[in-house]
């Protein structure tokens, strides 16, 4: 049967497919960060989760005489997942700030303007990076609170960039803001990982699973603000318009 092109515009599905066609490559640079959360970083949280529960369930069951059904590689699996999910987080989150954070300093040309300034940021990225991956090599527990305090202080610095949407007036609400506290929880994991395993009086044991609870309460938090900070950034080529609305009484212009 025959349909006009009026009529399948209108159609929902079609309108889905012609969306796509309305990204420019900034918006595109947008969704990468959104992108590799929903299908790199929360499936293995809820793996790690997963695997953290059943740990502790055979480390129950070991006092009993029952033998526990569980895999006794279960607490391993745990700790190498637990050491990727660090690790994601911690990418995701530099891949989120850089977007914003560069597209501010190519509009403000910072290497003719601020090179001092600009110099700093890319040293605070090889620091990073660097620190990082020190991190996960060092054994000593002073180097691996070193590399963990320049891996957390040089986040934290580059995320304070201009540019970055950090929603301020509601801090405890603010995707950013959760989101660096938990990238910053995820560094400390990794610097405590062998005090976890070397102290018999399981101290080191509890502070890691009081903080990873909490943790959890913020990569939930982090999955609703994430998306409603979706819902109120708009396409690159729509941002003028919308810039126009009254967000107070919810109110934009009337079309002429």
Known sequence: MWISQAVL??????????????????????????????????PILGITVFMAWQTRQRRLQAGTTSKSKISPLVGQEHLNLGRVLAASVIIVELLGITRPM????????????????????????????????????????LWRGIFATLTGAALVVLSFQDGIYRRDEERFLSHFYLGVTVTLLMIFSLAIIQDIYQ??????????????????????????????????????????????????????????
């Open 199 to 256: 102290d018999r009086r399981n101290r080191w044991r509890t502070v890691h699973v009081v903080l990873n609870c909490v943790a959890l309460v913020l990569f939930i938090g982090q999955g609703i603000t994430g998306t409603r900070d979706l819902l109120e950034i708009p396409l690159s080529w729509q941002e003028q318009h919308i810039q126009l609305c009254d967000y107070s009484n919810k109110k934009c212009p009337e079309r002429k």
């Open 9 to 42: 515009t209108q159609t929902p599905l079609l309108n889905y497919q012609r969306g796509f066609m309305y990204l420019g490559f900034e918006d595109v640079l947008r969704l990468i960060h959104p992108v590799l959360a929903v299908t790199v970083v929360f």
């Open 102 to 141: 560069f597209s501010k300093i190519i509009g403000d040309q910072l290497w003719s303007s601020e090179p001092t300034k600009f110099g700093l940021i890319l040293l605070m990225y090889v620091v990073t990076i660097g620190s990082l991956i020190c991190l996960y090599r060092a054994q000593a527990p």
